[in-house]
């Protein structure tokens, strides 16, 4: 039981991160207005579509991803723009990069047995 009260501490230290609180309050700002939030979940979806054709390269299938990725740097470069969906996108990397790092220490803790 102590390793999962020990994920329980430690998923409330992530949400008390400041990491974890600046991209909820960017967030939280910028999905309150309707437009913003509609050009992040268009920009999301995107991306996920140039990861699949991604996934699908290399697994050998073909695809035309050119096209995306250039439509992806193009909508990215007139998001950033916005000093609220850029902010929104470092605090988003930010949070990433902590939970690459704590995944990390984990993964090199067990990585004996794997």
């Known amino acids: 039981m102590e390793v999962y009260d020990t994920a329980n501490r430690l998923a409330e230290e992530i949400k008390n991160s400041k990491q974890y609180k600046d991209l909820k309050e960017a967030k939280d700002r910028l999905f309150a207005d309707s437009n913003k939030r509609q050009?992040?979940?268009?920009?999301?979806?995107?991306?996920?579509?140039?990861?699949?054709?991604?996934?699908?390269?290399m697994q050998d299938k073909p695809v035309d991803e050119e096209a995306k990725k250039e439509k992806l740097a193009k909508m990215y470069n007139v998001l950033i723009e916005n000093k609220d969906i850029k902010d929104y996108f470092d605090y988003e990397i930010a949070f990433n990069q902590l939970m690459v790092d704590v995944n990390k220490i984990i993964g090199n803790s067990i990585k004996d047995v794997l």
């Open 39 to 57: 050009l992040i979940i268009d920009f999301e979806d995107l991306k996920k579509e140039v990861q699949l054709m991604e996934v699908q390269k």
